[in-house]
């Protein structure tokens, strides 16, 4: 069974497709769901690819008033280390990325953010996952109780945008999606991208 | 066996520890590893960590002396499209990523580039992967002859800084390893960061 995406109808590159032959399910864990299928390359080779079916995810991106940003701190047990990165999480059956943004900020910061807007879609890991990250700007905070997972410890820690660019600039902020909201920071401190405000709290 | 990477005597949080208590091998594929161990989280709940063992990548940017950007579109079988992104590789055994990356360009583009500057580490997927990618910008490039390896089919893509940054803010580019590179292009861009041009060819 193909459990891809479906093919998009306005892919821009068709003659790059890479037919899939066979393939099959080879490891059904708890979070990873690893298939492996058989594909056509498009100068005709056979090849093997390999790959985890992922829910897709949302970030968000908590900006204060005062032009400070929340992040997270955490332990990330594959590179055993603890990494600085904005809050996210997985979609649940059923919910779209901003209810996903919205549950997770709540649950793992306790805030709730009362003016969204939606930056982009970021793809972590193309080569071996079908995971999208939605990522979303959230402001106007207010606080309210956290509702962490059991196993989820987090440690909370706000900063200025000048300060989290020192720490992404000297490799200390390395995470993906904390990158990829980095890069519409830039481009909204430069004046190059305005957000657009046009969400709101819908849970 | 512990396969991650070893814990870095600077760790900032180290109450957030997961230590391990066992864990196996489930599936050695040709690309994916999978590890699933069992480990305490902080708060002293038993859970199961599943990810897969990478020996790390690097990307690269090359840039032209007109400020123009070289890209390339590839398929991307996971999510059954193809995704402009810039050139990046795995690392074989005993390279340095800089040696990955100058290796990389070569083969995958033709270009050679004599100027070299390290930008900095991006960890793509901290919940399932011990991947880091090293990002790379590289200037004074001359064309050479490329050497893909069978099954890799990549069209060449050449853009303004410009019309690349209308691609990422309108979610057409949404590939993390490129996002993390736009972040950089964006600082550089805006007069915020200069990169340090202190490496160079060494193959």
Redesign the interface.
């Known amino acids: 069974m193909d459990v891809?995406?479906?093919?998009?109808g306005n892919?821009?590159?068709p003659h790059?497709?890479?037919p899939r032959s066979s393939g099959a399910l080879?490891?059904d864990?708890?979070?990873?769901k690893?298939y492996?299928?058989e594909?056509i390359?498009?100068?005709g080779?056979q090849?093997?690819?390999?790959?985890?079916l992922h829910p897709g995810a949302a970030a968000i991106v908590p900006l204060f008033e005062d032009g400070s940003l929340l992040l997270e701190?955490?332990?990330?047990?594959?590179?055993?280390?603890?990494?600085l990165?904005f809050p996210a999480g997985k979609l649940d059956p059923g919910e779209t990325p901003l209810q996903t943004a919205q549950r997770e900020l709540r649950e793992e910061t306790g805030y709730r953010a009362n003016r969204w807007a939606e930056l982009?879609?970021?793809?972590?890991?193309?080569?071996?996952?079908?995971?999208?990250i939605h990522i979303f700007l959230a402001t106007d905070l207010s606080l309210g109780e956290t509702a962490r997972d059991?196993?989820?410890?987090i440690?909370l820690v706000r900063m200025s945008v000048a300060d989290f660019?020192v720490l992404?600039?000297s490799?200390q902020v390395?995470?993906?999606?904390t990158?990829?909201a980095?890069?519409?920071l830039?481009?909204i401190?430069?004046g190059?991208?305005r957000p657009q405000w046009t969400l709101s709290e819908s849970v």
Chains 1, 2 share one sequence.
């Open positions: 891809r995406p479906p093919k998009a892919e821009p590159a790059l497709d890479e080879v490891y864990g708890r979070l990873l690893i492996r299928d594909a390359a498009p100068d080779v090849c093997v690819r390999e790959f985890t701190r955490q332990w990330r047990y594959p590179l055993n280390r603890s990494f990165e982009g879609p970021m793809h972590p890991v193309i080569s071996y996952s079908t995971e999208v059991e196993g989820e410890v440690d660019f992404v600039e490799g390395s995470d993906a999606k990158l990829a980095a890069f519409w830039a481009r401190r430069s190059d991208y």
